[in-house]
């Protein structure tokens, strides 16, 4: 066997877990690199363009679709401490408004039938209208745009239960990025607390909202992060250096035993 972290290996019966080798995927770290000439620019659906670049401060959260899972209800709870404190700050949420993952809500148990706006009317009673007009829903996110995305974040939140490691995490460490992140496995593979990124608990807002304000106050704390998490994203992630001759000898040693 094979798996792509030691977390989801462990998760396999005993008899199982000497018998499988891990190994991620991989990411092309060539092709997801820092840049600070990126720039990005949308339509509100008020029609306004909004352009972002790096002399912008924005917070970026990526999920495949916004669901507790990954997350995005306890990054819901942390923005109207963040917008209230950073008054400058854009933050841009891709996902979109399906489940990949988790249940699906219910209106009888869960007051809507979308995650997505159900922790949208949970927190919009405590955002003021023009704060609210700094939070952005893109849905989901054409690559040649979601690398720029990463490239112009000033802080990349990623958090969720113990589950499957983003590739977006990956790439978020790839391009630079200073990540706030659960500590929940399997990230500690990947999110070394005060090295490769910040870990909080995954179920405190408050904490959560802290150490994103937190570096968006220190910007060579935020260039340190990113440069460890890009050095080690490098090393340990990138598919042809790092992931593909490991994933061929594994192919291999196959090969040899039978």
Known sequence: GISPTHWQASTFPESFRSKITVV??????????????????FKKANGVEIKLSRKDEVITFVNRNLEPYRGYHVFMRSLPEILKTRPNSQVLIVGGDDVSYGARPTLENNGGTNWKDIFINEVRPRISDSDWGRVHFLGHVPYQYFIPLLQLSTVHVYLTYPFVLSWSLLEAMSAGCAIVASDTQPLNEAIRHNETGRLVNFFDPKGLAQEVVQLLESPDERARLGTNARKFAVETYDLKTACLPKQLNWVERLIDDK
């Open 24 to 41: 991620h995927d991989g990411i092309d770290t060539n092709a997801v690199i820092p840049n600070s000439s990126a720039y990005l620019s």
